[in-house]
């Protein structure tokens, strides 16, 4: 168990690296943190990182899943569940396609697919600590 210590969003770039390092060749990340907890905002910078342009990054609310394209031209997907309401739904994205992709697949709300997710993913929980810092912990 790894965690990472957000202390300000000056230090999101080093956060993200760190979590980059932590995460190895890892490609299936779920993030469970409560609403406004910072999960779109650090992805953001996960892809900042990795060579996303940073005008191309947004939540997937409506969209489900956004594909990057990072500085080395590998895809990435950045997922949110949030509006899924039964299994069925991700499953009609083609959600397995994407899973199995080999790429980097970075999971907002996954708690709303758990039964859907391969059992070596990633979880990372976002703690909003009460000095308004965050904490990332990533679990097998």
């Known amino acids: 168990m ?4 957000i202390t300000s969003l000056d230090g999101l770039e080093d ?4 979590f ?3 995460i190895g060749d890892r490609r299936l990340v779920a993030f469970y943190a409560p609403m406004g907890a910072g999960k779109t905002t650090f992805i953001t910078a996960v892809c900042k990182v990795l060579g996303v342009r940073e005008d191309a990054v947004s939540s997937p609310t409506f969209a489900i ?7 080395s031209g590998e895809p990435l ?12 739904e991700a ?12 790429a980097l697949c970075l999971m907002e709300w996954p708690e709303n697919v ?4 391969p059992e070596e993913t ?10 308004g810092s965050r904490t990332i912990t990533l679990e097998d």
């Open 2 to 5: 790894k965690s990472i210590i």
């Open 15 to 18: 956060a993200a690296r760190e």
């Open 20 to 22: 980059l390092e932590a």
């Open 65 to 71: 899943v956004n594909e990057y394209r990072t500085a």
């Open 77 to 88: 997907y950045h997922f949110d569940f949030y509006r899924i309401e039964r299994l069925e």
């Open 91 to 102: 499953l009609d994205i083609g959600l397995y396609d994407y899973l199995d992709s080999g």
């Open 114 to 117: 758990e039964p859907l997710l």
């Open 122 to 131: 990633l979880r990372a929980r976002i703690a909003v600590n009460q000095d």
